[in-house]
């Protein structure tokens, strides 16, 4: 079967342009020292600067409060961002935000901390109750009704791209599962990159982030093209997830290349900067692909594996509580999904396992699959990856569980290159349960 990414294949009905929206980009070494200019250029007078407790007192936050201080702007810290969010968290983010009253945000950190400060922006700023803006079907997918206060975002792993993206994602605890809001009106208006935040960064979640842009590179090189999407009534309507088109596949082949390249040294040795940066680099890149592109399967089955987690405790994250790492969470799913879509378009999955540094050559279309499942399964062993879902606690028993977990994710299975039912997914749960 011939690859489904013609886009010059236009069908009738079907879309026929895509979009491009990137947040602005500082990237390199000591940018987080620009904070203080860039927060004035924005108007900022008043910024609330969010982070978590363990960060609060390193130096990415010292470096971007010296810098706002030195440029006369009044600060407020919020300290008490959650990893992996809760509708709860974010509704006390808010809280502060609303008593606060800045005109401005910084957040610097992961994704978490990055998705909280774009939450309670929201939710301060056009306050509704909590799930008008959660996507469908979950929430009632309400469009965000105007502009919000400024952002920079300041990330401080080389995973999550949010620095990028307008998408924010929570645990909902009413019903166990990841859920998200997505609007264009949620990307951070300026991303301040350093990759010098990453030095000091523990392997474990070297290699969790590194993973999560692999993940979100692959998955949007190999979504629906955008083509085959209904063209929306309106612009404005095109959503986000618009499925792989020409913009997003520059970055995600890049960003592949990257992390084939740097991973394993990268997480190897923290002293290895020249890969720690290129990693940061490619997480940027996979940001401003996948944020015009969207995920699908792995990042939806993601969902049920981190939200459904048991008693799982990964080294190099806090110990308090049990917790499938976002980027664990969607790899251990990832060999098991591309072995099953990559008939839908071959040409995509090889070419996304040359680019991570398979050797391709021989491989035909019937070997894609195969290939690209075993280069990522070659690079989890490389890097201490648990060995599937099994590897993080799960069982046969558990997968009609994570299945439900995953259906409501109908926004990223809409997304994949070929139609996704409840038999596939419990096809591909048990083909994620070990790989070696
Ligand atoms: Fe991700």
């Given at each position: 079967?011939?690859?489904?990414?013609q886009?010059?294949?236009?069908?009738?009905?079907?879309?026929?342009?895509?979009?491009?929206d990137v947040?602005?980009?500082?990237?390199?070494?000591?940018?987080?020292a620009?904070?203080?200019?860039r927060?004035?250029?924005?108007?900022?007078?008043?910024?609330?600067l969010?982070?978590d407790?363990r960060?609060a007192?390193?130096?990415?936050?010292t470096?971007?409060?010296r810098?706002?201080?030195?440029a006369?702007?009044?600060?407020v810290?919020?300290?008490?961002?959650r990893?992996?969010p809760t509708?709860e968290?974010?509704?006390?983010?808010?809280?502060?935000?609303?008593?606060?009253?800045?005109?401005?945000?910084?957040?610097v950190?992961?994704?978490?901390?990055?998705d909280?400060a774009?939450?309670a922006?929201?939710?301060?700023?056009?306050?509704?109750?909590?799930?008008?803006?959660?996507?469908?079907p979950?929430?009632?997918?309400r469009a965000?009704?105007?502009?919000?206060?400024p952002h920079?975002?300041?990330?401080?792993?080389?995973?999550?791209?949010?620095?990028c993206?307008?998408?924010a994602?929570f645990?909902?605890?009413a019903?166990?599962?990841?859920?998200?809001?997505?609007?264009?009106?949620?990307?951070?208006?300026?991303?301040?990159?350093d990759?010098m935040?990453?030095?000091?960064?523990?392997?474990?979640?070297?290699?969790?982030?590194a993973?999560?842009v692999?993940?979100h590179?692959l998955?949007?090189?190999t979504?629906?093209?955008?083509?085959?999407?209904?063209?929306?009534?309106h612009?404005n309507q095109?959503?986000?997830s618009q499925g792989?088109?020409?913009?997003?596949?520059?970055?995600?082949?890049?960003?592949l290349r990257?992390?084939?390249?740097?991973?394993?040294?990268g997480v190897?040795?923290?002293?290895?900067?020249?890969?720690?940066e290129q990693?940061?680099?490619?997480?940027?890149?996979?940001?401003?692909?996948?944020?015009?592109?969207?995920?699908?399967?792995?990042?939806?089955m993601?969902?049920?594996?981190?939200?459904?987690?048991?008693?799982?405790?990964?080294?190099g994250?806090?110990?308090?509580?049990?917790?499938?790492p976002?980027?664990m969470s969607?790899?251990?799913?990832?060999?098991?999904?591309?072995?099953?879509t990559?008939?839908a378009?071959?040409?995509r999955?090889?070419?996304?396992?040359?680019?991570l540094g398979?050797?391709?050559r021989?491989?035909?279309?019937?070997d894609?699959?195969e290939?690209?499942g075993?280069r990522?399964?070659?690079l989890m062993k490389?890097?201490?990856?648990?060995?599937?879902?099994?590897?993080?606690?799960?069982?046969?028993?558990?997968?009609?569980?994570?299945i439900e977990?995953?259906?409501?994710?109908?926004?990223l299975?809409?997304?994949?290159?070929?139609?996704?039912?409840?038999?596939?997914?419990?096809?591909?749960f048990?083909?994620?349960?070990?790989?070696?």
């Amino acid at each position: 079967m011939a690859c489904c990414h013609q886009y010059y294949d236009q069908t009738d009905g079907g879309e026929t342009a895509f979009s491009v929206d990137v947040s602005s980009i500082a990237f390199g070494p000591g940018v987080l020292a620009e904070a203080g200019a860039r927060a004035r250029d924005l108007g900022i007078r008043r910024i609330a600067l969010f982070t978590d407790r363990r960060l609060a007192a390193l130096e990415p936050v010292t470096v971007a409060r010296r810098s706002l201080a030195a440029a006369g702007i009044d600060v407020v810290v919020y300290d008490e961002c959650r990893v992996e969010p809760t509708d709860e968290s974010f509704r006390h983010a808010t809280r502060f935000a609303v008593e606060a009253r800045p005109d401005g945000y910084i957040s610097v950190g992961g994704g978490s901390v990055m998705d909280t400060a774009k939450a309670a922006n929201l939710y301060a700023t056009y306050p509704a109750d909590f799930l008008a803006y959660v996507n469908a079907p979950v929430g009632e997918g309400r469009a965000v009704p105007g502009p919000l206060k400024p952002h920079i975002a300041c990330p401080t792993t080389c995973g999550t791209g949010s620095e990028c993206t307008g998408i924010a994602v929570f645990d909902l605890l009413a019903l166990q599962a990841k859920t998200g809001i997505a609007s264009r009106r949620l990307r951070p208006s300026l991303a301040l990159i350093d990759p010098m935040t990453t030095h000091t960064l523990p392997a474990n979640v070297v290699a969790c982030s590194a993973f999560d842009v692999l993940a979100h590179a692959l998955e949007s090189y190999t979504a629906m093209p955008y083509t085959r999407r209904q063209r929306p009534a309106h612009p404005n309507q095109r959503p986000m997830s618009q499925g792989a088109n020409p913009w997003s596949d520059v970055g995600c082949r890049e960003a592949l290349r990257l992390v084939g390249r740097y991973m394993v040294r990268g997480v190897a040795d923290a002293n290895d900067r020249e890969a720690r940066e290129q990693l940061m680099w490619a997480a940027t890149l996979a940001g401003t692909a996948f944020g015009n592109s969207g995920v699908h399967v792995p990042h939806g089955m993601g969902y049920a594996v981190a939200g459904l987690v048991k008693d799982y405790q990964p080294a190099g994250y806090p110990a308090e509580e049990p917790i499938v790492p976002h980027g664990m969470s969607v790899i251990v799913n990832a060999p098991a999904v591309f072995r099953a879509t990559a008939h839908a378009c071959p040409d995509r999955h090889l070419d996304g396992a040359g680019c991570l540094g398979a050797d391709i050559r021989g491989a035909g279309e019937a070997d894609a699959g195969e290939v690209l499942g075993a280069r990522i399964v070659e690079l989890m062993k490389a890097t201490g990856i648990p060995n599937g879902i099994g590897g993080v606690g799960y069982g046969t028993g558990d997968i009609p569980a994570l299945i439900e977990g995953t259906w409501p994710q109908q926004r990223l299975l809409k997304n994949a290159p070929m139609e996704i039912g409840r038999d596939h997914l419990h096809a591909m749960f048990e083909g994620a349960l070990r790989y070696w």
